[in-house]
């Protein structure tokens, strides 16, 4: 079993930052890619940004310039470092780890949720 948390989302005013976290712990042999998304208008999450292990990103459109993903492969941790936020990043935020376990089973695990939310 694998498990994600995410911690570092909360309320912050138009044009501020925050850097959100996600650790995976559990039945781990390799992290593949990670990633994060967000929820978008519809019932479709939304990618933000993805890295690979060997530090590859992508990003959405919507984001270039202002989010930076990362990762510690020591830690098992993702990071999304995310600047000039506006209202319309107002969502909750997910993670998501492609994992291969001991078992050499290769699988998608989500976390929970963290929310973010931008004033203007």
């Known amino acids: 079993q694998v498990q994600l948390v995410e911690s570092g989302g909360g309320s912050v005013q138009s044009g501020g930052s925050l850097r959100l976290s996600c650790a995976a712990s559990?039945?781990?042999?390799?992290?593949?890619?990670m990633g994060w998304y967000r929820q978008g208008p519809g019932p479709e999450r939304e990618l933000v940004a993805t890295?690979?292990?060997?530090?590859?990103?992508n990003y959405a459109d919507s984001v270039k310039g202002r989010f930076t993903i990362s990762r510690d492969n020591a830690k098992n941790t993702v990071y999304l470092q995310m600047n000039s936020l506006n209202a319309e990043d107002t969502t909750m935020y997910y993670c998501k780890c492609n994992v291969v376990n001991f078992a050499g089973t290769t699988r998608d695990y989500w976390g929970r949720g963290t929310q973010v939310t931008v004033s203007s």
């Open positions: 890295i690979s292990s060997a530090g590859s990103t």
């Open positions: 559990g039945s781990i042999l390799r992290l593949n890619v």
